[in-house]
């Protein structure tokens, strides 16, 4: 069997064992969303048998490499792409190989995301079965109209049926995607599908506010200057659309605990919440990142010479650089500057041996005189006021 | 030497109409230089000219051609700059030829800067010979060409040689014209020295390699010398000719011949233009006639992008105005921009090339504020003053009038645009002088302009409005009385003094109005609301707002892509560095040229 050297320092100050994330690539899907820019979409659908296998690979290739203690997991995330049109045994294979090489923890958090459209019921018991606990779902909106603009293929009908499939189940740990600021949504609109939405009571719920990306079918037609059929709705829409989704979500008892995360008290996602605090992680699969002995590294992102590269044995993963203290620092604080926690200046300390104050006193005390920061004396911990959760990159790059 | 054997002349022609190449063509068959040492335009010898086909500062070249007639002569082709903002250069580099060949394109005939070359050729008694270039394009009309420089500037043409300077076609026909038609120098070796400079080069070796035409005498090295209007003086150390892209040393320069001089002298602002040289022992009774002290025309701010880049912005102006006595600086202060220079042009086409060459040549990141005229201000007590900085205009109540500059301009149109640029003429406060028809389809109009008017984007506009089908040239004639203003601009209720700028009052308010519209699409918007205002006197009388920004969030990050989100982040703190902090705000460099885009769409 081959193997690949994973470089990197094995500091002292980051022996402090935490446990490991994974991430899987599943770059399939049904149709293309006319928003999306990953790595995904119908045209990988021919590779699909092939690359299972050399993801099965990769990961195997990548254990050989960890020590036993490395290889304690307490979080997978299955992200895409749809993950849920894999067959159930494609996931079950992927899944038998993870375990079969890493140490899974008994209560490790395994999320899976699916489209309403490709979930049965057949499919629901296996990743019952396989320890699959957390599902995340691609709602986007309860509006057909606006469904269809964005280039989904279900219909809220669609979901609902998806949605008692799933609680039938025994599913508790779920996710709704949803996202504002859509061409031709209007307030009511959006509010229509938040109520819808809460009447379900999920225990998650995601929140984005449309980006044009380049190279997507909206940035042809809605960007800057284009506008096709629908409008983007204006700045005051989208504004208030944010709002909207703030108070309803509180005034239903969520809490907001990352820019765009709402939860149930104990529903927050671990695994999103490992990126934030330098947590590490490795990715498998397609264009997947990782985060392991404080170097960052990306898989190859063509999917031809992701395939050739692994059927050559060699390493699929690009741009390896181990980050300097310096960039940790930065990262530490523009990531979990994320959190509505914060960074705390305990854990700064712990991390770096240096206060917080003493490498950014000067920053923060500006942001703070902005309003964009505020600082909690119980916790000792620094994070965004509401208005700099609003301008956050305004923030984040005070710390590059 | 014999001076029957000598032919010093230059080439005068509208830019693009084939100067510089058919002076490679004449180079080439005089045989002194062989194919594979020619660079594509040997007497062009700067990157930058290169790239924009135009000469900026004269080069000159001696090359031997043996006639038909069986006997060699030597040719000086003294070259020269092709824009209005070198005019006087050309003056002087005209002062130095016998005659000069007229370059006319077949296609294109006669244009505003032709005529004005040629004025100015006849002026100084050279004699004028035309040649038609450009004849191999399928749009050449040798004869209309022939009659219309016949009618309008009255020389012979019909025996004009037709070239192609291009394919090195007839190029004969003009070595022989230039033997026949050109007349041999006159002066007298034994009479006191009197040479003519028009033109100078710093060599770090050599200092000032000084350009002349020896009108009478001689001088050698160890010749005591003395430039008549600056006063200094050297002793040779070196003359000789011009090679092609090099010096080639020599005994002795005599009446009639054109070379070089060096003197140890360290600095071209010794050497002046125009000057005279003389012997200091021997001197010549009076100068050469024609001796003017270049004036910049138009100032602008030059500041360091980075402030740190100081002093590598100074020690760069200081060399090139090593070899650029036209090129002014002094230090100045900005509020906003910080410590800079003030530095005057010729024109707006000299301060381009200086800027564009700072930024290449010396690798700075530079922020200019906009150009401007330079100003006579009369105050109540009786004292003048001029202004190249708008911020230090005195206070109004101080001021008795005011004065600027103001050109007479030529521009010759095609008859179907004449309304279009007449109009334009209008807006740019021009007063129309007049008008002459070449022929059916083309006229000179004649207007006085004030400079200010014409030196930001008048060339543009010309252009636009006349499809491409006017051409432009202006003379400074003098000042004027004028009722101007300072418009001042107000970025969150604070003065930024570099965004100054004198106004006629009465396109103030339209000014004001459409540079507060301009500097709203450029200003990006800030955590807070930013008022944008143009004021007269403390008077407001315009306003734009950009509104406080609301929303800066990069919502997704999946799949732990931590490095894309980071370079985002990256690519927006490198925008924000190249920003100007003024106040609690940031304004982008390219906000501070604003006023020269005013009159866009």
């Known amino acids: ?400 | 030497m014999d001076q029957s054997k000598i032919r010093n002349f230059c080439i005068v022609a509208h830019i693009d109409h084939g100067k510089s190449t058919l002076a490679d063509r004449i180079i080439e068959h005089t045989g002194l230089l062989t194919s594979r040492e020619m660079q594509a335009q040997v007497l062009d010898n700067m990157d930058l000219e290169r790239e924009r086909g135009i000469t900026i500062k004269a080069q000159t070249v001696r090359t031997v051609y043996k006639a038909k007639d069986g006997e060699e002569y030597i040719f000086n082709l003294i070259d020269t700059p092709g824009h209005v903002d070198f005019n006087y250069e050309v003056s002087r580099a005209l002062a130095a030829c016998d005659g000069a060949i007229l370059v006319v394109d077949a296609a294109q005939g006669i244009e505003a800067q032709t005529l004005a070359n040629v004025y100015l050729a006849l002026d100084h008694d050279l004699d004028v010979f035309p040649v038609i270039n450009k004849i191999d394009l399928p749009s050449a009309e040798p004869e209309r060409v022939m009659e219309e420089i016949e009618d309008v500037i009255g020389i012979e043409a019909h025996d004009a040689p037709l070239i192609s300077a291009k394919n090195g076609l007839n190029i004969e026909q003009v070595l022989e014209a230039i033997v026949e038609k050109i007349p041999s120098p006159k002066g007298d070796k034994n009479n006191p020295l009197q040479a003519l400079i028009f033109d100078s080069l710093y060599d770090s070796y050599k200092g000032v390699i000084v350009f002349c035409r020896i009108m009478e005498g001689s001088v050698k090295k160890g010749t005591p010398i003395k430039m008549m209007a600056t006063g200094a003086t050297a002793d040779v150390v070196e003359v000789g000719y011009f090679g092609a892209g090099q010096f080639i040393p020599c005994e002795e320069l005599t009446a009639g011949t054109v070379g070089y001089i060096t003197a140890s002298i360290k600095n071209v602002k010794d050497t002046a233009v125009g000057d005279t040289i003389t012997n200091a022992q021997n001197p010549c009774k009076e100068p050469l006639p024609g001796y003017k002290k270049v004036n910049s025309m138009v100032y602008c701010g030059m500041y360091p992008a980075d402030g740190a880049k100081y002093p590598d912005l100074r020690d760069a102006l200081e060399k090139l105005q090593l070899n650029d006595a036209a090129l002014q600086y002094e230090p100045e202060t900005s509020i906003a921009l910080g410590f800079g220079f003030r530095c005057g042009f010729l024109g707006l086409l000299h301060l381009e090339i200086i800027q564009e060459r700072l930024e290449r040549e010396y690798n700075l990141d530079l922020v200019t504020t906009a150009p401007g005229v330079i100003y006579r201000v009369y105050k109540n007590n009786g004292e003048m003053i001029e202004l190249t900085n708008p911020s230090n205009l005195p206070d109004p109540t101080e001021i008795d009038y005011m004065e600027e500059p103001i050109v007479t301009a030529e521009i010759m149109v095609r008859s179907d645009f004449i309304g279009a640029i007449m109009g334009l003429c209008q807006e740019r406060r021009g007063r129309h002088l007049g008008m002459e028809y070449m022929e059916e389809t083309r006229a000179v109009l004649r207007y006085e302009l004030p400079l200010n008017e014409i030196i930001y984007d008048f060339f543009d506009a010309l252009k636009s409005r006349s499809k491409g089908y006017a051409s432009f040239d202006y003379e400074i004639k003098g000042y004027e009385q004028s009722e101007l203003v300072k418009l001042d601009i107000l970025i969150n209720k604070e003065e930024v003094d570099a965004l100054s700028f004198i106004v006629h009052k009465e396109s103030a308010y339209e000014r004001g109005r459409r540079m507060c519209e301009k500097l709203k699409e450029e200003i990006p918007r800030h955590l807070f609301e930013i008022p944008i205002q143009a004021a007269i006197g403390g008077k407001v009388i315009a306003r734009e707002t950009v509104k406080a920004m609301r929303k800066d969030v990069l919502a997704k990050c999946y799949g732990g892509d931590i490095t894309r989100k980071k370079k985002l982040l990256e690519k927006q703190k490198e925008g924000k560095k190249r920003m100007r902090q003024v106040g609690n705000v940031e304004i982008p460099q390219k906000a501070f040229m604003s006023v020269l885009k005013l009159d866009e769409n």
């Open chain 1, 1 to 400: 069997m081959q193997s690949f050297v994973i470089e990197g320092n094995y500091g002292k100050e980051d022996c402090k064992m935490k446990n490991l994330s994974l991430y899987v690539h599943i770059p399939f899907c049904t149709a293309k969303c006319h928003y999306c820019d990953f790595l995904s979409g119908p045209k990988y659908m021919q590779e699909k048998e092939e690359y299972i296998e050399t993801l099965c690979k990769e990961i195997g290739n990548r254990a050989q490499e960890l020590s036993r203690e490395e290889k304690i997991v307490d979080t997978i995330f299955f992200g895409g792409g749809t993950p849920s049109v894999l067959e159930s045994e494609e996931i079950k294979r992927i899944m038998e190989v993870i375990k079969e090489r890493f140490h899974v923890l008994q209560e490790a958090e395994i999320s899976l995301e699916m489209n309403p459209d490709s979930v049965t019921k057949e499919k629901l018991k296996v990743y019952k079965k396989i320890g699959i606990n957390r599902l995340s779902i691609g709602l986007q909106s309860a509006n057909n109209e606006e469904l269809k603009v964005l280039g989904r293929i279900h219909t809220w009908e669609g979901f609902l049926k998806s949605w008692n499939l799933i609680k039938d189940e025994g599913f508790t740990n779920v996710n709704i995607d949803l996202m504002s600021g859509l061409p031709g949504q209007s307030l009511k609109s959006y509010e229509e599908t938040l109520k819808k939405v809460l009447e379900l009571d999920p225990p998650h719920i995601s929140s984005y506010s449309l980006i044009v990306e380049e190279g997507t079918k909206f940035e042809q037609w809605y960007g800057e200057g284009k506008a096709q059929g629908h409008r983007l709705p204006s700045e005051e829409t989208d504004r208030r659309m944010y709002e909207l989704t703030k108070k309803m979500l509180k005034d239903k008892g969520y809490e907001r605990y990352e820019i765009s995360n709402y939860s149930l008290p104990g529903y927050e996602c671990k695994h999103n919440e490992g990126y934030w605090t330098g947590k590490s992680y490795l990715g498998f699969g397609l264009g997947a990142s990782s985060y392991f002995r404080g170097q960052r590294f990306q898989n190859e992102n063509d999917m031809e010479k992701y395939l050739t590269l692994m059927e050559k044995g060699k390493d699929p993963a690009l741009d390896r650089y181990t980050l300097s203290q310096k960039e940790q620092r930065e990262e530490f604080m523009f990531l979990g500057l994320r959190r509505m926690k914060g960074v705390r200046e305990e854990e700064f300390y712990e991390r770096f041996q240096i206060s917080l104050k003493e490498v950014y006193g000067e920053k923060l005390q500006i942001l703070e005189e902005k309003a964009l920061l505020k600082y909690n004396n119980k916790e000792g911990s620094w994070s965004l006021t509401e208005f700099g959760i609003d301008v956050s990159n305004q923030v984040f790059v005070e710390f590059l």
